[in-house]
């Protein structure tokens, strides 16, 4: 029983450490596509050079706040953008999270079931 539990234990732990390392590559990819955004935005409009992101988790938000001399600054808003962000960072780690352990138990009770045959 002591080693089913240790096993358990491990499943849980090496899956936590795949899903973090998967989550951490994830936000990096994020972080790149936002500046492609906001730099594809900046070359779509004449008189701009720079610009600031501003990305808000509740409520999803993401937007590139273009900025040059003499020009008005703008902002050029990007919902999809802000949704995938939004379930990278909040909706992914909640259901993997769910899901090893729903898989962790279903694997614990066959288990169980085998040794009490």
């Known amino acids: ?5 240790l ?14 390392a998967v989550w951490v590559v994830g936000l990096t ?20 050079g720079a610009y600031r992101i501003s990305r808000k988790l509740w409520t999803p938000s993401f937007e590139c706040r273009l900025l040059g001399n003499s020009v008005v600054p703008i902002d050029v808003q990007h919902p999809l953008e802000a949704m995938v962000a939004f379930g990278w ?10 899901a090893t352990l729903a898989l962790t138990l ?3 009770r066959q288990t169980q079931h085998r040794h009490d045959m």
Do not use: F, H, K, Q
């Open 29 to 48: 990819g994020l972080s790149n596509r936002a500046e492609s955004i906001c730099y594809a935005d900046v070359d779509n409009r004449l008189g701009y």
């Open 89 to 98: 960072i909040v909706v992914l780690p909640v259901v993997y999270a769910i």
């Open 7 to 20: 096993t358990a234990a491990a499943i849980v732990v090496g899956s936590a450490l795949v899903g973090l």
């Open 106 to 108: 279903r694997w614990a």
């Open 1 to 5: 029983m002591i080693v089913r539990w």
